[in-house]
């Protein structure tokens, strides 16, 4: 099998390296990940400027590359005939801190895995439910285990998936979910500072909110200790918002 890994928090995060190892043990495994932290980008593209690949060592010699582009950019690169050639299977990850929610819109990690999506091979994003120096371990294995499962069974076209992991050891683990994605948001997100010369400054923060923990949702299984496995789907058109605005009889305005 043939595996391209990238992450949005950089070719040298643990997370990447500790997702390298496990699945290395399945087949050919080739890294292209960000040479920076790139956490929060979305699914940006790199249109105005050049993309570069620099070889970088990885743990067992063989040779990875860091990216000045986005996640995104690092999946277009490996799909490439250029670099590498037309993998089986992407695989996101693993990063440090949650994808739940309205996080999966804001996640380089996940954008990954949905740019893998758009050039039609089977994908998955992986995080680890914490911000702390995670042990990635647990999430590596799953990450090889779910990456089997996908050979086996394949994924639908355009759909991909979202695993998040609890950061439990895995006797802990309860087992795996698969979920929907939650209304997990955040608030009091912008916090209103002064700098030292009296300007006024803005700080995006905040504080996560599940809003409902409605069972079945992607933070109700990590708060749960469960391994939650969310199905996501490119074509995210609202099917019940079409009804509603036939019943508009919308039209050019004369
Ligand atoms: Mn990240």
Redesign the pocket.
């Known amino acids: 099998m043939r595996i391209l890994i990238t992450?949005?928090?950089g070719i040298h995060a643990a997370g990447l390296l500790g997702l390298y190892s496990s699945l290395r043990q399945l087949g050919k495994v080739t890294a292209i990940a960000p040479e920076r932290?790139r956490?929060a980008c979305g699914h940006a593209i790199t249109l105005h400027k050049p993309l570069r690949l620099r070889a970088v060592q990885m743990p067992d010699g063989e040779t990875g590359y860091a990216s000045n582009g986005t996640p995104a950019d690092c999946v277009a690169l490996g799909v490439s005939d250029h670099v590498g050639g037309r993998p089986d299977l992407v695989v996101s990850g693993i990063?440090?801190?949650p994808n739940l929610g309205v996080d999966m819109t804001y996640s380089?990690?996940v954008a990954a895995a949905m740019e893998a999506a758009i050039c039609g091979i089977p994908s998955f994003a992986i995080s680890v439910a914490s911000y702390e120096k995670a042990d990635f371990g647990p999430a590596a294995d799953f990450a090889r285990y779910l990456a089997k499962e996908i050979a086996e069974h394949g994924l639908r076209r355009a759909s991909f998936l979202n695993v998040n992991v609890p950061a439990v050891s895995p006797a802990e683990i309860e087992g795996v979910s698969v979920t929907r994605q939650g209304r997990v948001r955040y608030s009091n997100r912008i916090e209103k500072r002064t700098d030292p010369r009296g300007g006024v400054y803005y700080w995006l923060t905040g504080e996560r909110v599940d809003q409902s923990r409605q069972p079945g949702g992607d933070a109700d299984a990590i708060a749960s200790k469960r391994v939650s496995v969310t199905p996501v789907r490119l074509d995210v058109t609202d099917e019940a918002l079409i009804e509603d605005l036939s019943d508009w009889g919308l039209d050019w305005p004369r």
């Open positions: 992450n949005d928090d932290p956490s990063n440090l801190g380089g990690t």
